[in-house]
């Protein structure tokens, strides 16, 4: 284990931590750190814990990082990492918390988030990511907080959301989603806050959104059957 967080080191990470091959757990947040994470990040094949968060890191994630079949956290939040997620997402079965906010990622959500059975913390909000959220979000089945919040995303709200059984926190504000806020399952104990600042929803008061049309439900049961 290797913790070198809430320090003031600046520069990049060294090549030579990427050599510590048996380190399972590496934190270095809260530094001054700079650069781009190596592609010889996948050396950490034990690594089950990784924390760069709250630095000025900077450049696309690596393909390599989704390697790391063993990792249980993640955390980037508050770096500068461009382009999109790694679509190897997949890869991290294990996953129970990831945390990768405030940064400058953009493009869709991969897909393969669904396949994140053991996850239960996302946070993707405050990034530039656009498109809509996946239907196939409701096979996260331990998922306890989702936070897209402060992104640009679009279409509507997925129903299949109201499966998941142990959501807690969801914040979908400051997006631009549209049609009917799901009110079933879990959605029902949620506050307006989840929804803050989608001008274009429509639903139950207690949302604070537009009541729904009959063309509004008509333009959702259309779009369901499609």
Known sequence: MLALNNNLLEGPIPLSIYQLVRMYVFYIEHNMLIGSISSSINNHTSLQGLDLSSNNLSSTLPPGL??????????????????HLPLGLW?????????????KLRGELPTSLS???????????R???????????DHMLNLDTID???????????????????I??????????EGEVP?????ANLSAKSFLGNYALCGAPKFHVLVCSDGAKKHNNVNMLR
């Open 66 to 83: 989704c390697e790391l079949k063993d990792l249980w956290e993640l955390y980037l939040q508050d770096n500068s990492f461009t382009d």
């Open 91 to 103: 890869n991290f079965s294990m996953m129970i918390n990831m945390d990768i906010c405030a940064n």
């Open 115 to 125: 396949k994140l059975q053991m996850l239960e913390y996302l946070n993707l909000s």
């Open 127 to 137: 990034n530039t990511f656009d498109g809509h959220i996946s239907e196939q979000l």
């Open 148 to 166: 897209v919040s402060h992104n640009k995303l679009s279409d509507e709200i997925p129903k299949s959301l109201e499966k998941l059984q142990h």
């Open 168 to 177: 807690q926190v969801v914040d979908l504000s400051f997006n631009h989603f």
């Open 183 to 187: 009110c079933g399952g879990k959605f």
